[in-house]
Structures are given as structure tokens and as C-alpha cells.
């Protein structure tokens, strides 16, 4: 009887494990519902008319995500939809707009995390409004300090059985220092000076699929949610961002239309 008790747990385990390792990228894990449009700077990134992606909202005409978001597109039409709460319901403030440039970091590479950025440009202007505006960015090179709580909200899977939500969700967190997060039992040495990370349970957490979502603290995105293969609610594994500060340059000369950006 105990023998068969503890096979039967083992089993429970290993499928919950690979629940969990199949969830679709970008995920708030134990998050609540954002109130309608307090986060008027939230993209839903779409491709074939379907959200894969988080994003925010930096210029007029510029979104920012994760790179990693598009590697599965295939051909799909890309789109962005602005001013939402609900996916799915109408709303006065809602609009979609084409896609006219994508934009990854070109160090970007689908087996790493590193430079995990994506500017795609708007086919024109967003029309900005009390549901719709810019979120300002940091641009001093400089670390957050670790307990500082962030805000991160998206459209992604709420739960390891792969509830997708309709309205958007959002959670807070607190940031971890990168010395912690680089120890063995964490991230092992793999938090570059590019990225930050914040703290995980098994019942909170952010995750591969509202990659490119913003980590927000004191109304400033300091992070963008990395969409890597790392495994959601791991307290092990805590959320990793890239720190935007560290990309400036970039992010400027891409939305000036620099051609070598």
C-alpha cells in the first residue's frame, strides 16, 4: 500500500512538472484583475489574431517586447492592440494596429535569454487618450534596489493548468539583488549586468508568456519580462527581466531610424 502511495505522488509530480514546462510563453501566476485601464501603456501582442505577447507602449508610434516572442510567428500577421482590458469584449477605447516594422536586438538568439528585446512600430501614431499612453522608461544605468516592490501585468495563462484570462492581470513583486539571484541554487551565474530578477513562490510569479510586459517600479519600466524556457512558480527560479537602461542607445537609435541600430 505505501509503495503504491508513493508511486502514485511520483506520478502526480512528474505530470505536474511537465504541465507546467508546457505552458505557453508569458503567464501572471497568482495574479488579480488589473482594474480596467489603470495600465493604459499595456500592448497585447498579436499574431494571427491571436495574443502571444505582452508589450508597452514607449512612443506614440513604438511598442517594446521580448524578441522571443515572434521566433514561432511564421509567416502571421503581427498586430497590436492597444487600450484593452478584456481581450475579447467591446470597448470604446480599444484599437488595433498593423505592424509595419519588427524590430529584435541583433544579438537576440533563440537558445539565450540575453538581449531579449523587440521594438515593433505601430502603422501610425496611436491615438492616446485616458486608456492609452506612454510609460516612461529608465534610462540611468543603474541597479533597483533589492525589496523594491514592481507591478508586472498581462493577458497571459493564470494558472499550471493553462487558464488563459480575458482581463488583464497583474502582480507584485519584490526585485532581488543579482547576487542572490546569480547563487547555485537560484540562476547559477547567469544574471548578466543586463538583467534583473524578482522574486517567485509557487503560487506567484511571472513567466515566459506575458514576455515583453513591463516590470514597473515607482511608475518607471525598468524591466521587460524575458520569455526563456525557465519554469513558472519555481521559487528557485526566480523571474528574470532585461533591464531596459542597459539597451538606451538602441531603443533610441531603432525609433530615430537608424538603419545600424
Known sequence: ???????HLAALILLGAAVCA??????ILGGREAEAHKRPYMASVQVGGKHVCGGFLVAAQWVLSAAHCLEDAA?????????AHSLSRNEASKRLYDVIRAVPHPESRPETIDH????LQL??????GPAVQLLPWQREDRDVAAGTLCDVAGWGVVTHAGRRPDRLQ???LPVLDRATCNLRIYHDGTITERMMCAQSTRRQDSCKGDSGGPLVCG???EGVVTSGPRVCGNPKKPGIYTRVASYAAWIDGVMAGDAAA
Not at 508546457?22 to 503567464?27: K, L, M, T
Open 22 to 27: 508546457a505552458q505557453p510563453r508569458g503567464r
Open 75 to 83: 509567416g502571421g500577421k503581427v498586430q497590436v492592440l492597444l487600450g
Open 1 to 7: 500500500m505505501m509503495a503504491d502511495r508513493v508511486v
Open 123 to 128: 502603422s501610425e501614431k496611436a491615438t492616446l
Open 219 to 221: 511608475g518607471v519600466a
Open 170 to 172: 497583474y502582480l507584485q
Open 116 to 119: 531579449d528585446l523587440l521594438l
